[in-house]
């Protein structure tokens, strides 16, 4: 499965943006999502995932009640909405798939610039 990141950009503190993983090649209802994010010079860090089932949800303690992570079959697309974004979101974002047999594959990241 190849992966698309798209959605970053610059945005104010408290606005929102929503990101979008695309998915080719296989059907991303075959795989877990995951979202992280780098900041250079940093570790990637976990910020949201959706187990392969659909059935679980998990967020990363800084994003709870804020980020939401999504997946739509029909359009093969995942979505990471950020809401209530603060300056420390500021990070490129990356998208990643997996199941138990295959993967981890991983989309190019998309910026996101939260101005303060």
């Known amino acids: 499965v190849q992966l698309q990141a798209s959605g970053g950009g610059l945005v104010q503190t408290g606005g929102s943006l929503r990101l979008s993983c695309l998915a080719s090649?296989?059907?991303?209802?075959?795989?877990?999502i995951g979202w992280f994010r780098q900041v250079p010079g940093k570790e990637r860090d976990f910020v949201a995932g959706?187990?392969?089932?659909?059935?679980?949800?998990f967020y990363g303690d800084s994003v709870k009640g804020r980020f939401i992570i999504s997946r739509d079959s029909a359009k093969n697309t995942a979505y990471l909405q950020m809401n209530s974004l603060r300056p420390e979101d500021t990070a490129v974002y990356y998208c990643?798939?997996?199941?138990?047999?295959?993967?981890?594959?991983w989309g190019q990241g998309t910026l996101v610039t939260v101005s303060s």
């Open positions: 959706m187990s392969w089932t659909g059935g679980s949800r």
């Open positions: 090649g296989r059907s991303i209802s075959d795989y877990g």
């Open positions: 990643n798939a997996q199941n138990p047999w295959y993967g981890p594959y």
